[in-house]
């Protein structure tokens, strides 16, 4: 599988690290070079230094070849516009961004994006361990 990630942050980067150890051909897309550092000294995969929601930078980054993109920044609003972008530009076929604001999910959904919510997670993991 071709996986295009934005972001260089500790998720991010664990999800390249996962997907690359698991043979998959990853692109991480960061906006600030130091954040590739977290990156294994073995990573196989390609990093591009770069703002996500530029059309230019992400055909650069292959996307108008990758199965999916993964948008992991803290930003909401720029998540969910790399993702729109790779969704409705590129065609992408998998896109899934991260969002912090729940009250976004619903509309989130309505723009026929797939939204993690790492707050909800967490929460649903908490409880799901209470009932052990």
């Given at each position: 599988m071709n996986v295009v990630i934005m972001g260089s942050g500790r998720v991010a980067s664990e999800l390249a690290t996962l997907l690359d150890e698991e043979g998959h051909k990853?692109?991480?897309?960061?906006?600030e070079s130091f954040g590739f550092d977290k990156?294994?000294?073995?990573?196989?995969g390609k990093t591009v230094l770069g703002d996500a929601t530029d059309e230019g930078l992400l055909r650069k980054a292959g996307l108008q070849s990758a199965d999916a993109f993964i948008a992991l920044t803290r930003d909401d609003n720029r998540n969910a516009m790399a993702a729109q972008i790779a969704k409705h530009i590129f065609g992408v076929r998998k896109v899934m961004c991260r969002i912090y604001d729940l009250r976004r999910e619903e509309f989130y959904k309505a723009l026929g994006l797939e939204a993690i919510s790492p707050i909800n997670v967490f929460a649903r993991l908490v409880r799901g361990r209470l009932e052990e």
């Open positions: 990853v692109t991480v897309i960061g906006i990156l294994p000294a073995d990573f196989h």
